[in-house]
């Protein structure tokens, strides 16, 4: 018996197939992921300890995952369950939660919230219930969960009672499987219990996100209405005055225009007036490009400050954790961020941080409190050991 994760992003499709070993237990025999789609989309595959890469015509997301269960099946992977990440759930979605076509109208109606997000995983999911004509169970694990325990105090906006009640308006959160995996595997690296008092997790990756988490719980967190609340992001603006929204309304900008160039032409493209990606931006910065370095300081500057926030709200944290494609795989961005944070604690070893571009490990010097890791996010064993549960697989 196998179960199949689908984690659908805004410009790709990571999967992983995992065998159901001992009680509790999963052992993964194939994963990849499939990127840049159109005639020449990209993709790896890993299965019986080969790596293989090449190109494809994939131009979606539906035809992504049609192609992944398909050479599944030639490989004699039999699928038994699949469990996808979907991003927002809502008030109503807050635990796992098997996928009915009542769950699916839920998630297409929370589509507004989320939309490089929710429109996608509805299309993997189709194109699973397509393929399995016979059916198949299938399992949503969902980002907002992991914030659902946030207090009233960080959940809601100071906005008029009725706006709050007709339109489900609230902080809800992002990225929480993944907040959720990097608390664990602090957990698993430090050598604590299974509580851990004060942490702050930070998510860096084409989406930002820090979170406040206290004994596993999370407090706060910067995303919130919708994932474009908080850091600067590769083409997601983060924190934003409503003013200025306001006027580009008066200003005769749409809605549909607002909500594209917020999410796909902001952040560091916008900043640097020449990429959203972080290494080509560290490139450029070197060789003298104003744009990148004002993008590169923005993002480490709202960084730092959540950080210092969350340290104000936490009373002190013992760790901070960077995961994430750029918090995982660049040292100069953990030591930038990190700069200038001595006052509370908080020291990079500088050889440890260097060092650390794949693997997991300490990078604060020793004794320093809060501690910082750099930990590798897994948010594809979390989503299987989920459906397995809400399935009773185990």
């Known amino acids: 018996m196998s179960i199949l994760v689908f984690n659908s992003g805004s410009s790709s499709l990571k999967f992983r197939c995992y065998a159901l070993a001992a009680k509790d237990g999963l052992r993964a025999v194939a994963g990849g ?15 019986d300890g080969r790596d293989l890469r090449g190109e494809a015509d994939i131009r ?9 269960l398909q050479r599944l099946r030639e490989r004699a992977h039999v699928v038994s369950a699949i469990g996808h990440r979907v991003v927002h759930g809502g008030e109503a979605y807050t635990q796992p939660t098997e996928i009915t076509d009542d769950v699916m109208a839920d998630i297409y109606a929370l589509s507004d919230l989320a939309p490089l997000h929710n429109p996608l995983a509805l299309e993997v999911i189709s194109a699973c219930r397509e393929f399995f004509v016979d059916g198949i169970p299938m399992v949503a694990v969902f980002d907002t969960a992991f914030h659902a325990t946030m ?10 009672d009725d706006w709050v009640r007709a339109y489900h308006i609230r902080r809800y959160g992002f990225h929480g499987i993944a907040h959720r995996s990097m608390v664990e595997r602090y957990r698993e690296l430090s050598g604590g219990s299974h509580t ?9 990756g084409h989406g930002c996100s820090v979170a406040a988490i206290r004994n596993g719980v999370s407090i706060d967190t910067s995303m919130g209405f919708t994932p474009l609340e908080g850091l600067v992001m590769a ?3 983060g924190d934003v005055d409503p003013g200025v929204l306001i006027r580009l309304a008066a200003e005769g900008i749409e809605p549909a ?3 594209r160039r917020l999410n796909q032409e902001a952040g560091l493209l916008a900043l640097s007036g020449a990429s959203d990606d972080m290494h080509l931006l560290l490139t450029l910065e070197r060789q003298g490009h104003d744009g990148a370095r004002l993008a590169i300081d923005a993002f480490c500057w709202r960084a730092r400050k959540y950080i210092g926030a969350y340290l104000a709200l936490l009373g002190g944290a013992d760790a901070v954790i960077f995961g994430g494609g750029i918090g995982e795989h660049s040292p100069a961005i953990r030591e930038r961020i990190c700069a200038g944070m001595e006052w509370c604690g908080l020291r990079l070893d500088g050889r440890a941080n260097a060092q650390t571009l794949e693997g997991e490990q300490l990078i604060s010097t020793e004794g320093a409190r809060p501690a910082v890791y750099s930990v590798r996010v897994d948010e594809e064993t979390l989503i299987a050991r989920d459906t397995a549960q809400r399935l009773r697989l185990f």
């Open 235 to 237: 083409t997601r603006s």
């Open 257 to 259: 225009v607002l909500d």
């Open 60 to 68: 979606e997301h539906r035809n992504a995952a049609r192609w992944v």
């Open 33 to 47: 992921a499939v990127t840049h789609f159109g005639p020449r989309a990209s993709w790896r595959w890993h299965d």
């Open 151 to 160: 207090p009233a105090v960080a959940q809601r906006y100071a906005l008029p």
């Open 196 to 204: 851990t008092p004060r942490l702050i997790t930070l998510q860096l």
